[in-house]
């Protein structure tokens, strides 16, 4: 496809050399990181404010052109794929951080700001912002996916640390969401109903975000188990528990074979389970020896916590690296990444039939898991060329999800629907996904925003 | 009014007895807490199922009758008032605890179940439900309104701690949100859009609640200061240092003199903290001892904590009694009660803003407020016949509301709207509000789900 004329010079005199019909511009933007891949945009356009957004919306709206933002690209579901063509909108001019305010614990920023920027930014003043996806993804993009990852057990995820938002919606008018408050009552909670969103219902121009305090302490370990079971079972012990982990992450023998192959990691090729705890010195001792003394009852060896900054590096280093790191398992490979969110009873459970379902497919499939949220990953690793592996991946990849949703637990923890998950939604959601279609058509009527992703197609 | 004799029948036959049309009945349900009052309803259900909403909702929707969920009447801002007509549907029978699943730390329970019956039952499992608003409300009304209170601090408001709902949409549909994992990136945040809509969107029939280990020690303490900018700057220090308080209250110096008068409580009358520390023993001293040292700072006294149950239960009866004592300083007045948030750095000078206004106003207004959340209340105590005065005291709420918004808080921290606070929304959200009446007119087109409340009023 092209794009309209009229709306290229519309867009064209709007942006000058911000907007592109280049080939290689709208290449870059048809790529993913995951299986999905989609035909390039007809356009992309690189604004810089929140009158620029709006206007191009305006301009979209009217002509009935679908419009695609775009942040760093490294969403796992093709949220950011322009399946229906139309004008991607790439986020990654507007990066400035607007205002950090440490009275308050709060920062307002830009959606291109990535999350490695903003704690760059950060280092001096004692506060971090904690979701960490792993990717150094942009916070605009962070936010429309619900995003989360490792220290979510602790800190939350994108839902709790966004409060407030500025909003183009479909037809170009800017809306602020939240307030700078701590809680507030005053009406729906417009600012979740963005988050999560994917870009379907309106664009994010501007984030405040929360901020925590540095911890005073830090300290990490990992630990390996004799079994899948037992990993999986002193997390569930720990989360009862109560023990305050900043981080509980688990990582079976597949993936810890693939951080030998890819990095010399140097590891026992049995499940582990990556820790980390935050706080005062007498609390991370705490916290420590409490989940030691678990982890030794449940078999776990070599648990050796330490509170060195750059072995810790190394360690999340390593476990952030998982996914590329898994391919070493298979070279050639393209991965079919799974990302179920179970009630923390049932993880062993759900685990225990995953590994199960993947071994009698005969496929290999490497897991990592947030497993204080009862989040975890498979990656499915398939020969691109064989149709029949890439359909039993995804018959697996379904189980997975409706195993899922049948013990109260959701197809996705923190990746989001984007084109990917879309068949599953209904089975999760019944009546409730046509509900998300109805809001969705309450606010974008001409369905130009990221169309095609996450809610029904309309009648 | 009275309710169309076809409807009536319809839901006689439905409902037998617990449909009724005596006054009594309706007087009883045309009472508020607050200074909001309205004309009787034409008619109060009593569902004990979802079913039966979702045929009561079904057949209202077709004769365009209102539906006003009730909890346990004890809301703020009038929201379970029959302002328009039509049916009050009280679900104070729908008071079952379904389910509750202690290795997953989760309750599921029915919409009128009160937070005290909860935590009642839940007193041997080693877990509690913290969000605590003071009154007895029932956790359907409680979600309605997103209501939080004294533990929000540290526990989260009802945005936190509701996992899923069961809701009855206005054309009857019945459909289930969230899940029971802890967390999940599968589309819009229905749940989140439920609580917090004040019935207007639907009406809750079962809540899956995030439930907390009962912390292993407690202490509480009250301390005095001898000025009000002093207990609130204290405030603003202990959260920015990140002492991880459970409770942190203020009360002025004429709420000091209220306890006095209403119950003997023999505090000297000047401002006061009163605080709650929860945690390991450990924990609980270190917390406790920096909390100190830090009122120390700020010319606190007689700071002596202690784990005592009776002591602990007093302090907090008496907290949660301020909004009935303080009618103690001027008995035969009525109520006007404020509710604004702000962010934390804000605090200070909000509340002596507020207290020079009222001062300046002639009025009679003690203080107290969830200040580890920048949120606070006034009481404006007004004679019920001084119009003049009445009048007064709004000016002063609605100026106390217009500084918050200008400082980026928020007109109801907790309380919501209802009736009382919707002449503020298009201050606070512009452009925001109307996308709100967007979603109510998608969800409940025939706008027969708790008319005149919340949302702007259709064109």
């Not at 994917?198 to 540095?214: N, V, W």
């Not at 189980?399 to 990746?415: D, F, K, L, P, Y």
Request: proline fraction near 5%; charged fraction near 20%.
């Amino acid at each position: 496809m092209s794009l309209n004329p009229d709306l290229a010079a519309r867009l064209g005199a709007l942006l000058q050399d911000r907007l592109s019909l280049a080939t290689p511009d709208l290449v870059q933007h048809a790529h993913s990181e995951s299986f999905h891949n989609a035909p390039p945009p007809d356009a992309v356009a690189w604004p810089v404010s929140a009158e620029e957004v709006s206007a191009i919306l305006a301009a979209c709206a009217e002509a009935g052109v679908p419009v695609v933002p775009w942040g760093t690209g490294t969403s796992l579901e093709g949220h950011a794929l322009a399946t229906r063509g139309g004008v991607t909108l790439d986020l990654s001019r507007m990066d400035r951080i607007l205002e950090v305010r440490p009275g308050d614990m709060q920062v307002t920023v830009q959606p291109g700001v990535t999350r490695e920027a903003l704690n760059t930014e950060l280092r001096t003043t004692g506060l971090f912002f904690p979701v960490d996806p792993g990717a150094n993804a942009s916070l605009g993009g962070m936010a429309s996916t619900r995003a989360s990852g490792t220290t979510a057990v602790r800190y939350g995820t994108m839902r709790d640390n966004v409060l407030a938002l500025e909003v183009v919606l479909a037809d170009g008018r800017i809306i602020r969401t939240g307030t700078r408050a701590a809680k507030s009552s005053a009406g729906y909670d417009l600012t979740g109903l963005f988050v999560g969103a994917e870009g379907t219902l309106g664009i994010i121009t501007e984030l405040t975000l929360r901020l925590h305090g540095q911890p005073e302490e830090v300290a990490a370990a990992v630990c390996a188990f004799d079994t899948l079971d037992h990993a999986v079972e002193c997390v569930t012990a720990t989360i009862q528990s109560g023990i305050p982990m900043a981080r509980i992450e688990f990582v079976d023998a597949a993936s810890a074979r693939a951080f030998n192959l890819h990095s010399g990691a140097g590891l026992p090729e049995t499940p582990h389970l990556m820790v980390e705890f935050h706080g005062s010195p007498v609390a991370v001792r705490e916290d420590a020896e409490a989940f030691g003394a678990l982890a030794g009852e449940f078999g776990g060896q070599g648990f050796d916590w330490a509170s060195n900054t750059e072995d810790r590096a190394r360690l999340w280093r390593m476990r952030h690296g998982a996914y590329h790191a898994s391919f070493a398992l298979r070279p050639g490979a393209r991965g079919i990444v799974t990302d179920v969110c179970v009630p923390m009873s049932e993880l062993p459970a759900a685990v225990a039939a995953a590994v199960a379902d993947i071994e009698a497919a005969g496929l290999v499939g490497p897991i990592v898991g947030h497993v204080g949220d009862g989040n975890f990953h498979t990656l499915l690793l398939v020969d691109p060329e064989n149709a029949a592996e890439i359909a039993a991946a995804k018959q697996v990849a379904t189980r997975m999800a409706e195993r899922a949703i049948a013990v109260g637990g959701t197809i996705s923890g923190e990746h989001g629907i984007g084109v990917g998950k879309r068949g599953l939604m209904a089975a999760q959601h019944g009546e409730g996904w046509q509900v998300m279609g109805a809001i969705k058509a309450a606010l974008d009527p001409r369905d130009i925003l990221n169309p095609g992703k996450l809610v029904p197609d309309r009648n």
